[in-house]
């Protein structure tokens, strides 16, 4: 067996093995439950899918379909995101789902990377980038890193609905479920053209416009901190007239968070 199958093999078996533990955990979590569920589904039909390509790989001579492995990659990831930004309303109940979670964004980055080394093309998405893991919970709150035209931005992941897939690049409004819901991209205002595949859909209860908004970014990564100390926004700050907050962060650079509703206006 090569390299590449074999590591496509254990990948799919550890991937078996989390979605076991997500579904346990699942029915303890009741109604809060139900991105659980699916991610737990999801996650199976990937690992039997993998295992699938692996039999027909080393049985039947079959190619293995890195574009496929690909997608299969990004949709569980992004179901996983999901299920870690949902664990993150639950606090200290979610810990073990934002484990798993966090665990199965791992093993779909490994993915990833088997498919832009034997695919050759370039593969990059930021969304699967595992960094300060959400799993080191801590007394802090939870904070979700957001990437827009080049420039990170930071949201309370209270305030975070879900991740989204799918956009179109003249879209001012966006259909999830039957509402509609106004479109941001922060890009426009940057003058930048960067690839963004995924949306975050968010709500704004800080504002006195309290509504609910889609704005395209790349999730970089979620982490915990504690609460930040609010300072003055220079000047020369990208999208520094739409920053309703900047804390202090607590390394390099500091959180810059976004006022949607009148970045929505522009």
Not at 93 to 101: F, H
Not at 169 to 177: C, D, E, Q, V
Request: with cysteine; net charge negative; proline share 4%.
């Amino acid at each position: 067996m090569n390299k590449t199958l074999w590591k496509l093999q254990s990948v799919g078996e550890r991937l078996w093995l989390l979605a076991n533990m997500l579904a346990q955990q699942a029915p303890a979590l009741g109604s809060d439950g139900r991105i659980t569920v699916v991610l737990a589904e999801e996650t199976r039909s990937m690992a039997n899918k993998i295992h699938k390509m692996v039999e027909g790989a080393l049985f039947e001579e079959q190619d293995i379909d890195y574009e496929k492995v690909k997608n299969i990659a990004f949709n569980v990831n992004n179901l996983a995101l999901n299920c870690a930004i949902e664990s993150n309303r639950l606090d200290w109940q979610g810990k073990a789902t934002a484990v798993c979670a966090d665990d199965i964004r791992n093993l779909a980055h490994e993915v990833a990377l088997l498919f832009e080394k034997n695919a050759g093309v370039a593969y990059s998405t930021p969304a699967l980038i595992p960094k300060n893991r959400i799993t080191s919970f801590d007394r802090g709150q939870g904070f979700i890193c957001l990437d827009i035209g080049g420039v990170y931005v930071t949201e309370l992941l209270v305030n975070i609905k879900e991740v989204c897939v799918g956009i179109s690049p003249t879209a001012t409004h966006i259909n999830l479920r039957g509402m509609e819901i106004p479109f941001i991209d922060g890009r426009k205002l940057l003058g930048k053209t960067q690839d963004i595949s995924t949306y975050v859909v968010l709500n704004t209860p800080w504002a006195e416009q309290n509504k609910t908004y889609a704005v395209a970014a790349n999730v970089i990564h979620l982490f915990y901190s504690p609460i930040g100390i609010p300072v003055d926004v220079a000047a020369d700050v990208p999208l520094a007239e739409y920053v309703r907050e900047c804390w202090e962060s607590e390394g390099d650079v500091p959180f810059l968070f976004m006022d949607w509703p009148n970045m929505a206006c522009k």
